[in-house]
């Protein structure tokens, strides 16, 4: 009855497998761009931190130059403050002199007690005049001092520009750069998914509508029973047969598809969920899958090609306990993936 109804399947066009094909595409194209997304995000949140950390950095100076300036110019309303009071004692010490001058010419006969007064008063003078000096050349220097800080925050100001400038062209550049790797990858999904379609029909060709061999999918199903003896991972002679075909169809592929296109055969294991003795399901599918890229390999395929993996009873492909069940599930499946 299996027989029969492989039989019918063969003879009617199955759509099935394309129409996965192309949803398994979607969703890598889905998960790669989101991906890339990410990947994105992660170096422009580094490179939003990085700028953020600068700007603290110069806001902190820019700080602390505001308070040196306020400090600044505070000292110089205490040195204008002293000049006013320095130029008042002049104007006092002048009127005084002037008295002095008066007394001298209307008293001649206290002439020189009039001129001692009045060298007192020339000394007192000329001593005012020295701290007005020293003040007006404090003042000069803090005008200098004021004007360096100046260009200091002008030089900054024009730096935090420039980051700005440079943080707009970092952001222009990681979009350009995400859109163009989107596109190229695109392109390898297609490319890759038109040599699977190839690679697909190729086998069907030269495997045939055989008992024991079909197409799941995206993936290539072999019976068990096809390759091996019951709880054995050695292949049988009819295995070979048929995994030789098989190596000549890879090799094939090998040099069709060009070499900037990562891909690899992976080659699952997969067994039935009753307990064998002397070692576990996971075991026995594991060294199956291995067995079979081990042939391959022996055939001239690439061994960077080829993946294998075992995953026991825990991807069945029908939950059943039946015997028919059973068959299904202890498989070896052929897959053609990104690396």
Known sequence: MALGRTRRNARGFDYWPGFVDALSTMLLVIIFLLSVFMLAQYFLSREVTGKDTALLRLNRQIEDLTSLLALERANRGDAQSTILSLQATLEASERERQRLLGVADSSRGGLEAAGGAAADARRQLDSERQVSARALAQVDILNQQISALRRQLAAIEEALSASERRDRESQVR?????????????????????????????????????????????????????????????????????????????????????????????????????????RSNWELSASRAIAVVQFLVSKGVTPQHLVAAGFGEFQPLDPGDTEEAYRRNRRIELKLTER
């Open 174 to 278: 990681i979009a350009d750069l995400g859109s163009r790797l989107n596109v190229a990858l695109a392109q390898k999904v297609q490319e890759l998914t038109r040599y699977r379609s190839d690679f697909f029909g190729r086998l069907r060709e030269i495997l045939g509508n055989r008992p024991g061999i079909r197409v799941v999918g995206d993936r290539f199903v072999f019976e068990s029973e096809v390759l091996f003896e019951t709880g054995q991972s050695a292949l049988n002679p009819q295995g070979r047969a048929e995994l030789e075909k098989l190596a000549s169809a890879i090799a094939d592929l090998e040099r069709e598809i060009p070499p900037e296109i990562g891909w690899v055969m992976r080659v699952d294991g997969h067994t039935d969920k009753r307990p064998i003795a002397g």
